[in-house]
Each structure stands twice: as C-alpha cells, then as structure tokens.
C-alpha cells in the first residue's frame, strides 16, 4: 500500500492565480482530512469529508474548497492565492468505523506552497 | 470550541532520561479523544499513543505513557529511557467523538531535544 500520497510536493505560486493540491489514499478509508501547518505551529483542520460526496468545513475554510466525488481522492483547491496561505499542507486518511473519532489518522508527507 | 494548549514550546532531555510533555484541553464534550502524535525532521507525522476519554486506564506504548486527569483536562506525555531517535516536535490532539469525530484539534507542538 501506498498509503496517502500528495502531489505536488513543492509549488510557488503567484498572488491571484489558483492550483489543485491533490490528495489519494489506497487504505479504503472513509474519513478524510485536509490541515494546514504554519511554521511553528500546530495542524489547523481546513475541511474534512465523512464519505463520497460529503465534506464539511474545518476551523480554517476561507479561501479553499474541495470535493470528494470517490473513496480514493480528496483534491483541495485554492482560488486567488494570497500570501497569507503561504503553508506546509497535509492530507490525512483515517477508517472511520464504529468509533470514529478513536480511529488513528494517516498523513501524507505534505505539500509546501509558497505565494509571493 | 474545543481548545488545546501545549505550555512548553521546547523541552530538552539527556539520553536514557525520563521526560514529561504537557497538554491541557478545553471541552464541554463528553466522548472524545486523546493523541500524542510526533513529527521528526521528515514532517512525516506519527501515531505515538492514543488515550479514549471514557477508559480510567492510562494508555501506554512501550516507553510511551501517558497521565490522563480528565477532571484537570490533562494530558501529558512521559517518555521513559529517551532516546536520540525520539528529537521531533511532539503534538497533543484532541477528536470528538461519533458525528463529531471528523474535527480535530491540535496544539502548537513542543519540540524535544535529546541530548547525547
């Protein structure tokens, strides 16, 4: 198994300009996640989708969205980049069964952007 | 809201040495659940320990273990017999439980420094 993998690893964007990070996980998880990391801090939950076709926001939506049309992929969008979302990205995955919240998450190794 | 809060941003130990992490939460929920989670140089983050709310017990993982005070909202990491592989930046998580259980929150992190 592969696990959660993101691509890109690194990009440097643009102020204005928009790009997909993409998320995919092969462990058949129900639970995925999008956080941010700024530097020295802690993980702040962007979204989260409970199933395909279902997402909810996180404590720091603003300025992203996301779709989760299969089990597998869990793409998160950015329109009209600012600096202020200048962040390391993770994705993470978890199983989601009769006790949710006890369920380990799985990250991905995460994502640089940079916009200037 | 949920709240956590990790009081020391660093902490250092001497290799063999015992060290204690803290972690205090806030949270009007009562099934929820607790995560230690580590985050080497890599920023690869790894599952360290997990602790469910309703269980007395203190959860332990080899020289992992954790105090768990649920009437103090506490709950800190103790790491017996340090070693140089356990350098990372360590945070405290909080889940909620059942229809909740996609939110997740962090703390800021403490960063370990083992010292030879």
């Known amino acids: 198994n592969a696990g959660v993998t993101q691509t890109p690893k690194f990009r440097i964007l643009k102020i204005g300009q928009s790009m997909t990070l993409q998320c995919a996980q092969d462990m058949n998880h129900n639970y995925m996640y999008w956080y941010r990391q700024d530097p020295g801090m802690g993980l702040k939950l962007i979204y989260y989708s409970v199933g395909a076709g279902i997402t909810d926001k996180g404590e720091v939506p603003n300025g992203y969205n996301v779709s989760r049309s299969t089990t597998e992929d869990f793409p998160l969008r950015l329109e009209l980049a600012a600096p202020s979302q200048t962040s390391v990205y993770f994705c993470?995955?978890?199983?989601?069964?009769?006790?949710?919240?006890?369920?380990?998450?799985?990250f991905g190794p995460g994502t640089r952007l940079t916009v200037t | 809201a949920q709240t956590v809060t990790q009081s020391q941003p660093e902490m250092s130990v001497q290799e063999a040495e015992t060290v204690t992490l803290s972690c205090t939460y806030d949270t009007s929920e009562s099934d929820y659940y607790l995560f230690w989670y580590k985050q080497p140089p890599s920023r690869q983050m790894i599952l360290v320990i997990r602790?469910?709310?309703?269980?007395?017990q203190n959860a332990t993982e080899n020289r992992f273990s954790v105090n768990f005070q649920k009437a103090a909202k506490s709950f800190s990491l103790k790491i017996s017999d340090s070693q140089l592989g356990d350098a990372a930046m360590y945070f405290c998580?909080?889940?909620?439980?059942?229809?909740?259980?996609?939110?997740?929150?962090f703390g800021d992190g403490t960063t370990l420094t083992v010292k030879p």
């Open positions: 993470a995955s978890s199983y989601g069964g009769a006790r949710q919240g006890s369920d380990e998450q799985y």
């Open positions: 602790q469910e709310a309703y269980k007395q």
């Open positions: 998580a909080y889940r909620s439980g059942n229809t909740n259980a996609g939110k997740s929150t």
